[in-house]
C-alpha cells in the first residue's frame, strides 16, 4: 500500500506455525490380539503337562500290566511244573530204586534216600542236623514222595518249608515256592508261625523255636549192575 509521502507499506502478516499431527493411540484391536496370544500360550502350556501327566499314567499302566502278566505266565509255568511232577512214575524210576543204594536207617525212594529220625529239636537245628549228614529237610515236590511219606510216618515232623516273615511266601531251601495244586497250608498262619512241619499228610505252620522230630533227605548213591554174560 501506498501511504501520502510515495512510501509503500507492507501489511505482513505472520502466520502460525503449522500443528505437528500427535499419532494416534495404539488400537484396542491389538490389545485384544495379545491377550488372546496370551491366553493361547497358557493353553498350549497347560496341554503339554496334561500330556505329559497322561504319558507317565499310560506307562505306569503298561509296568503293571505287564507285571499281572508275567505273575499270571509264572503261576501258569508253575502249576504245568507241578502236574508233571504229580504224573505216576514209570519203569525208569523203579529202575532207579533198584539200583540205589542208601546209609543204614535210611530209606530209598525213587533214587533219594530218606532218614526219619526222633530227635526233638527247633527248625533251625534240624536244618543243621540234616546239613551234618550231608542232606537236607524234606522237599515234597510230587505226588509220589507224598504218598511215600504219608505211608513212612504219621509223627509229626519237620520239612524244609519256611518264610521270612509274615508277609512273605512260603519257600522250600532250595528256593522254590510249593506248588498249590499238590497240598495247601491247613490252618491259616498267625505272626511268627514261619516253619513247616508235616502230619498226616498236611503242611501245618509253626514256631521256628517248637521242637519236633524231622525228616531228612539226600541224593542215593548209585549202585553198579553188572551187565549180564
Known amino acids: 500500500m501506498q501511504d501520502e509521502d ?8 505472520t502466520r502460525k506455525p503449522a500443528l505437528t499431527p500427535v499419532e494416534p493411540a495404539p488400537s ?20 503339554l503337562v496334561a500330556l505329559g501327566i497322561m504319558s507317565v499314567t499310560q506307562q505306569n ?5 505287564n507285571k499281572n502278566l508275567s505273575g499270571i ?18 519203569g525208569k524210576d523203579s529202575l532207579s530204586h533198584k539200583n540205589s543204594t542208601c546209609d543204614k536207617n535210611w530209606r530209598p525212594f525213587e533214587g533219594n534216600c530218606y532218614g526219619f529220625f526222633r530227635h526233638n529239636l527247633t527248625w533251625e537245628e534240624s536244618k543243621q542236623y540234616c546239613a551234618n549228614l550231608n542232606a537236607t529237610l524234606l522237599k515234597i515236590d510230587s505226588q509220589n514222595i507224598l504218598e511215600f511219606i504219608k505211608s513212612r510216618t504219621g509223627n509229626i515232623r519237620w520239612v524244609g518249608l519256611s518264610r521270612q516273615n509274615s ?3 512260603w519257600k522250600w531251601e532250595d528256593g522254590s515256592v ?8 491247613s490252618e491259616n498262619a498267625r505272626e511268627n508261625m514261619n516253619c513247616a512241619y508235616f502230619h498226616k499228610g498236611k503242611i501245618h505252620p509253626s514256631s521256628c523255636k517248637n521242637k519236633h522230630h524231622l525228616m531228612c533227605e539226600k541224593k542215593a548213591c548209585m549202585a553198579k549192575v553188572d551187565k549180564p554174560l
Open 6 to 13: 510515495g512510501y509503500i507499506t507492507l501489511n505482513i502478516k
Open 28 to 47: 484396542s484391536l491389538w490389545r485384544v490380539m495379545a491377550l488372546i496370544l496370551l491366553v493361547l500360550c497358557i493353553g498350549l502350556v497347560v496341554g
Open 61 to 65: 499302566y503298561l509296568q503293571i500290566e
Open 73 to 90: 505266565l509264572q503261576q501258569l509255568l508253575a502249576n504245568q511244573f507241578c502236574q508233571d511232577l504229580m504224573k505216576p512214575s514209570e
Open 167 to 169: 508277609n512273605k511266601v
Open 178 to 185: 510249593p506248588c498249590n495244586n499238590m497240598f495247601e497250608l
